[in-house]
């Protein structure tokens, strides 16, 4: 599921944790990252991806092209909607797409969240967590937006175990979205292992992404940067693997990376220097994933 762009722009809320948004003066930038986002649409579309597309809403909400942070779906259909730190993302929260999305996918459960953002506790769906499906795992950085206690109650829950680290950029910043470092795959992960400062934590993380199976992709900050742990692995409606990313990000990537990713899906990449840029979320935020699942 995407959302279609109409108040595109730089969100000041937001900037306040989020080093990758750039208060850039851009000319024409809504009708440049509405004609991104119809591009990229064509794209997947193109692959038989299958691609449901709302249009925004008339009040202003800057990052409603970022649905995955709001909402998700679980392979088991357990459906998520989820709390936001900032005031105008919490308007992206929509009832027609939650209604749209029962009378879909006809979830097992549908789980809201939203309510403890009267206890000042956010939780900002697959941007906050990275998901291991396979391995019931979640995996996030602590951030303003990563409350960890509710991240503990949601994954007793839903029965995965949870894997907390803190993830800095290159000045010391806490990374304000695991999909940002760090992206999951069926069979590799990209991540950023140098963002995890603390020894420690980053032995137990590469130890357990080891265990699980998973060939790791180690990217580096110039890579995290250019959003290479932002991409989104999806599947099509021929059975086919593709993996989603930015030209942005498939620019940094080394040929030798390029090739082990190929290995296990098509890597497809979209030109959203706009909404990147500006937005400060690539690929992977851009789309809020569904599973098909046994009802």
């Known amino acids: 599921m995407m959302v279609r762009p109409k ?7 937001t900037a306040q944790s989020n080093s990758f948004q750039q208060k850039i003066d851009v000319k024409d930038v809504v009708s440049k990252a509405q004609g991104e986002f119809d591009e990229m649409v064509n794209v997947l579309r193109s692959k038989h991806i299958e ?9 202003v909400v800057p990052d409603a092209v970022f649905p995955n942070n709001w909402i998700s779906h679980q392979p088991d259909g357990k459906l998520i909607v989820y709390p936001m730190l900032t005031p105008n993302r919490r308007a992206e929260v929509r009832s027609d797409i939650i209604d749209w999305c029962v009378n879909t996918l006809h979830p097992s459960e549908l789980i809201d969240l939203t ?3 009267g206890d000042d506790a956010f939780l900002e769906g697959t941007g906050s967590i990275v998901f291991d499906h396979i391995h019931k795992t979640a995996y996030a950085c602590i951030s303003p937006r990563t409350n960890l206690k509710l991240l503990s109650e949601l994954m007793n829950r839903v029965g995965y175990k949870t894997i907390s680290f803190e993830s800095v950029d290159q000045y010391g ?17 990209l991540i950023c292992l140098d963002s995890v400062e603390n020894i420690l934590e980053r ?9 699980s199976g998973k060939e790791i992709i180690e990217l ?6 250019a959003f290479a742990g932002n991409a989104f692995e999806v599947l099509s409606k021929n059975g086919n ?22 290995q296990k ?28 699942y046994p009802r």
């Open 115 to 117: 309510p403890n953002v």
């Open 173 to 189: 910043e806490r990374i304000y979205h695991t999909n940002v470092m760090m992206s999951m795959g069926r069979n590799l992960v």
């Open 51 to 59: 691609v449901k597309v709302f249009e925004d809403q008339e009040i």
């Open 265 to 292: 899906s098509e890597i497809l990449n979209v030109k959203i220097p706009t909404i990147e840029q500006v937005g400060g979320g690539s690929a992977r935020c851009m789309m809020a994933g569904f599973f098909n």
């Open 220 to 225: 580096s900050y110039q890579q995290m940067n």
């Open 241 to 262: 693997y593709y993996y989603v990313m930015s030209e942005t990000a498939f620019a940094v990537l080394t040929p030798n990376q390029k090739d082990t990713i190929s």
């Open 7 to 13: 108040h595109f722009g730089f969100n000041p809320e």
């Open 203 to 211: 032995s137990m993380l590469k130890e357990t992404l080891e265990k």
